[in-house]
Nanobody, 115 residues
Framework: QVQLVESGGGLVQAGGSLNLSCVASGRTFVGNDAAWYRQAPGEQRELVARLTGHGITNYAESMKSGFAIARGNVKNTVDLQMNNLTPEDTAVYYC?????????WGQGTQVTVSS
């Protein structure tokens, strides 16, 4: 059974940084797309950043500056470095992996940015 587990969320002051990490287990993801999404209270889930199997990165327009997605040093991981956080970045952040057969989601990790 495939599981994605996020970590690294927490409470940070505005202007601070967090590094989120997602570890996938149950299968090996090679050449697959990975992404981070977020969902704020009362809002729809939205894309934060995507990393294709070819290494191409895409960011939501509002998050191009200060956010960086990358494969982790450990196999089956994907990280999201977030800098210069603002209270508007408060949300639950979800890890996502895509294969031809299915989409996989993590349970989410809460990020709260205080002003």
């Amino acid at each position: 059974q495939v599981q994605l587990v996020e970590s690294g969320g927490g409470l940070v002051q505005a202007g601070g940084s967090l590094n989120l990490s997602c570890v996938a287990s149950g299968r090996t993801f090679v050449g697959n797309d990975a992404a981070w999404y977020r969902q704020a209270p009362g809002e729809q889930r939205e894309l934060v950043a995507r990393l294709t199997g070819h290494g191409i990165t895409n960011y939501a327009e509002s998050m191009k500056s200060g956010f960086a997605i990358a494969r982790g040093n450990v196999k089956n991981t994907v990280d999201l470095q977030m800098n210069n956080l603002t209270p508007e970045d408060t949300a639950v952040y979800y890890c996502y992996f895509n294969t031809r057969e299915s989409d996989y989601w993590g349970q989410g990790t809460q990020v709260t940015v205080s002003s």
